[in-house]
């Protein structure tokens, strides 16, 4: 009979891989692209600070940049000023940043957070079904978890454009942007 791989490997090992590439590159950057599915990004629903549903559909039209994130990532709290320095950049028209928290503390923790570091992208709650539908992996037995910080790019029609896990910054995402916001011929 086959044994099962431990639901822990597959974040261990993207980890492993990541820290090795970035360890041996050298570079500033401390994220990586990676390779994602064509087509469709999951639809989600997730709850605002304040409990109201937001559902994935209330962004068609717009480039959404979904970034995983927890208070306490150190990688995560290092890309917030970028973030928010690109939403800045961006008429919210045409681009969203969502923060989509997975801490477990509760929503006191993530609000006040939030006003601390001067968040002002939309911030959400993402539960363990919606990590799942975005390839989350677990590493405990409590259930699907990303490898924080992961940022997903998805176009205006909901479709899948880019993948990055590590602190991503304002640079690299305006090269997955910027060409879904250029006119067409």
Request: hydrophobic share 40%; glycine share 8%; aromatic share 8%.
């Amino acid at each position: 009979m086959k044994t099962p791989w431990p639901r822990w490997l597959v974040p261990l090992t993207l980890a492993v891989i990541l820290g090795w590439l970035l360890e041996r590159t050298g570079e500033a950057e401390h994220f990586m692209r990676v390779p994602i599915g064509k087509g469709p990004a999951p639809e989600w629903k997730m709850s605002d600070l304040d409990a109201h549903p937001i559902h994935s559909s209330n962004y068609l039209g717009r480039v959404v940049v979904l970034n995983f994130w927890a208070t306490w990532c150190p990688p995560c709290r290092q890309e917030i000023p970028e973030l928010i320095a690109f939403q800045k950049a961006h008429p919210a028209d045409d681009v969203v940043v969502i923060g989509a928290s997975v801490d477990e503390g509760g929503v006191t923790v993530v609000r006040d957070f939030v006003q601390r570091m001067k968040i002002s992208y939309p911030v959400l709650l993402a539960d363990e079904q919606t990590q799942a539908r975005f390839g989350g992996a677990s590493t405990s037995p409590s259930g699907p978890r990303l490898t924080l910080p992961t940022t997903i790019v998805v176009d205006q029609k909901g479709n899948y454009v880019a993948r990055y896990l590590g602190a991503i910054t304002g640079e690299e995402l305006d090269k997955a942007v910027k060409p879904l916001l250029s006119p067409g011929p």
